[in-house]
């Protein structure tokens, strides 16, 4: 089985997100990635990095890390969370209002995805996390 290793950052020139192969050349974290038909080398800002988790929501939208997503959880409700990566746990997981409290595990419940709704991102869209 292969992974898509794909990473997605904001431009540190434009500030506009950009998806691609992630590096740090000893000065600039940067992202190799395709803008027409030309491959660029595009310095980063790093604090807005995140990685493609491998997974798609119902919409077949990439999920990255920092994605802010709706989803509907085990018991029929609907919440919103943001994309973390579990260091403890090696795994993605929604995160609600930055606790563990009603964390949602993406790697156990693959055929939950039909469920998980990309909306934006915390970078761009951090107003969507305020209550309905």
């Known amino acids: 089985m292969t992974r898509t290793i794909l990473f997605r950052a904001k431009s540190s ?4 997100m950009l998806e691609g192969y992630y590096y ?6 940067c992202l190799k990635t395709k803008v027409g038909n030309e ?3 595009i310095e980063i800002d790093f604090k807005t990095l995140g990685q493609f988790t491998g997974l798609y929501d ?8 920092n994605d802010i997503v709706k989803y509907i959880d085990d018991y029929g409700n609907t919440r ?8 403890t746990a090696s795994f993605y997981i929604i995160a609600n209002n930055g606790d563990d409290e009603g964390n949602y595990d993406l790697e156990m419940h693959p055929d939950h995805m039909k469920n998980v709704e990309v909306l934006g991102n915390i970078h761009d ?5 305020l209550p309905f």
């Open 13 to 16: 020139i434009c500030g506009e």
């Open 24 to 29: 740090f050349n000893s000065k600039f974290h």
């Open 39 to 41: 491959i660029l080398n």
């Open 58 to 65: 119902k919409n077949k939208k990439m999920i990255f890390e």
């Open 80 to 87: 919103l969370g943001t994309i973390n990566y579990l260091n």
């Open 125 to 129: 869209d951090d107003n969507l996390l």
